[in-house]
């Protein structure tokens, strides 16, 4: 019985470690051809933060904008009815400080 419960407690935790490890050695260097974003904070020059990702393309995030689209399709900064209920009604301005405040 001890015996069952400690290959359980031994396979609960490599899993967990191959889990938490996405599957990768932690020696494993990065790939130097996958995209990168890096960036820092301008009163704090020394630490520095990286988003690495396959799915970061030149196209996707500089050359897909329209800036007619974008501001076609802006969210309205007066009344907005709901969709099932015309009656009711919320600001846009309102709901535009709350976006920024979650950002």
Known sequence: MKK???CFIISALSLTVIH???CRSPLRRPDPLCP???TNWVNKPGKVYQLRDYHLEVNA???LYDEGH???NILPS???SFRHDPSKAV???EISELIEGLL
């Open 4 to 6: 069952i419960i400690l």
């Open 91 to 93: 600001n846009g301005e």
């Open 20 to 22: 938490e490890t996405g």
């Open 36 to 38: 990168r974003i890096t």
């Open 70 to 72: 974008f501001m076609e």
């Open 61 to 63: 995030l500089f050359h």
């Open 78 to 80: 007066g009344q907005i």
